[in-house]
């Protein structure tokens, strides 16, 4: 509405010369209506649900990238410390239940996990720098 009202005052030679002066006036209002409407319109609004899916996607591609180069590193590491870290991280097994299946003591389990776990936060972070 201001910028109608500037364009008047700018355009107020044009509408001296007219007696009803409030139906020009009304009709320059409709008319800048309309031009901002198409200008503002132009461009296809996204909505929060499409932008949601869109992160989603993101989240989705980059969880997919970093599960891949951790798989790489845990099949770089020693059988004993693979073994002990999928089956823990991986499979979700405990470590009573770990320490049953490969019939070896849960502390040598423990230093298994923990070396592997080690190992692959290094690989990590020399990757990411």
């Given at each position: 509405?201001?910028?109608?009202?500037?364009?008047?005052?700018?355009?107020?030679?044009?509408?001296?010369?007219?007696d009803?002066?409030?139906?020009w006036?009304?009709?320059?209002?409709?008319?800048?209506?309309?031009?901002?409407?198409?200008r503002y319109?132009r461009?296809?609004?996204?909505?929060?649900a499409?932008?949601?899916?869109?992160?989603?996607?993101?989240?989705?591609t980059?969880?997919?990238?970093?599960?891949?180069?951790?798989?790489?590193?845990?099949?770089?590491?020693k059988?004993?410390?693979?073994t002990?870290?999928t089956?823990?991280?991986?499979?979700?097994y405990?470590i009573?239940?770990?320490?049953?299946i490969?019939?070896?003591?849960?502390?040598?389990?423990?230093?298994?996990?923990?070396?592997g776990?080690?190992?692959?936060?290094e690989?990590?972070?020399?990757?990411l720098?």
């Open positions: 509405m201001q910028d109608t009202l500037l364009y008047i005052l700018e355009n107020r030679d044009k509408f001296m010369s007219l009803p002066v409030k139906p006036m009304m009709r320059c209002l409709y008319h800048r209506f309309v031009d901002n409407y198409r319109n461009y296809e609004t996204i909505s929060e499409h932008l949601k899916s869109l992160k989603t996607q993101e989240d989705l980059e969880t997919a990238f970093f599960s891949a180069q951790i798989r790489t590193f845990i099949g770089l590491l059988p004993a410390q693979r002990a870290v089956l823990f991280d991986i499979e979700g405990t009573s239940e770990i320490s049953r490969l019939e070896i003591p849960e502390s040598t389990v423990k230093s298994h996990l923990a070396r776990r080690k190992i692959i936060k690989k990590i972070r020399v990757q720098f």
